[in-house]
């Protein structure tokens, strides 16, 4: 008897959530408010972590910007109060080391207050075949992409699961939905942020902290330099992205405490038919897409970056 409530239960919570879903997609849910938030963001010295910060400042909240350059994370702070926020942080740390984060962290929590919203945008990428990458910048690939995270998140969510109040974005990549040519080390990373993020998300719904919630980001490329020489064979099916859009679509996701984010939206499809096609016909759209050679007009951003 007990088999069979608890069975009607799962069926018809499960129809609900289903209901819930498709409900959203046409009436938007309400935009929480973020002004008094603390919210850290890593890799805030360029590119998509730079106008998350500025997005963010002017929403109110109290933004800590963390980067290893500090000429970037310099210009970011101006920008940011040249747009009227009012209060913007700013700190060096490199986030390929584990101490560095441990030590900074301590900084920011006695100088700031408990960081409420934490988003892990830090990354890098090698752009090399396998074998010509050298074991170092894998190293770092690993540490900079994955291994941030785990210590990020160890420094601040104790803070969060205490008041059962906070928000953890990890900005991964599809590059961590699909495997890909000259990106081995940069899918592992992606891969394993993705997975882990999820992991934790789990426990804090097995704790019972339904107020810390959770945020993945998947983009295509994007146009802030890290990607550049890419360009995509069909731009109307998967356009390289205006970094504005991704931004407002990020900050649009964490008010609305959307757990998955895909940009553009073709991605939510290419995935599900992933997960059900032949490898050989996966392989045949990467192609016709052009995914499997594009990397081999990478250039990346100038080594001053």
């Keep these: 008897m007990n088999f069979f409530l608890e069975t009607l239960k799962i069926i018809v919570l499960f129809v609900y959530y289903l209901l819930e879903s498709l409900v959203f997609l046409v009436v938007p849910v309400r935009k929480k408010n ?19 910060a500025i997005k963010f400042a002017s929403l109110g909240a109290t933004v800590v910007l963390w980067d290893i350059n500090q000429e970037g994370l310099n210009y970011t702070v101006r920008v940011a109060r040249e747009n009227g926020a009012g209060r913007v942080h700013s700190y060096i740390c490199d986030c390929s080391k584990r101490q560095d984060i441990y030590r900074v962290a301590d900084q920011v929590k006695k100088e700031v207050g408990d960081v409420s919203i934490l988003i892990n945008n830090a990354g890098i990428v090698i752009g090399k075949r396998f074998l010509d990458s050298p074991d170092s910048l894998v190293d770092k690939t690993m540490e900079v992409n994955t291994m941030a995270h785990f210590w990020t998140y160890k420094a601040f969510i104790p803070a969060m699961i205490a008041a059962n109040h906070g928000h953890l974005v990890s900005i991964a990549s599809c590059a961590g939905l699909c495997g890909g040519s000259q990106v081995s080390d940069y899918c592992a990373s992606k891969f394993a942020a993705i997975g882990f993020a999820e992991s934790i998300d789990m426990e804090m719904r097995t704790l019972r902290k339904t107020g810390v919630k959770t945020t993945i980001v998947c983009p295509f490329v994007i146009n802030t330099g890290m990607f550049d020489g890419i360009k995509s064979k069909c731009p109307c099916v998967l356009p390289i992205l205006d970094p504005e859009y991704v931004a407002e679509r990020i900050i649009s996701a964490v008010r609305q405490n959307q757990e998955i984010l895909f940009i553009p939206r073709i991605i939510y499809a290419l995935y599900a038919l992933k997960s059900i096609l032949p ?27």
């Design 34 to 52: 973020v002004s008094g938030e603390i919210v850290l963001i890593t890799g805030a010295g360029s590119g998509i972590g730079r106008l998350l």
């Design 279 to 305: 490898v050989k016909a996966t392989v045949l759209l990467l192609d016709y897409f052009g995914m499997l050679d594009a990397m081999n007009t990478f250039k990346g951003r100038p080594k001053k970056e």
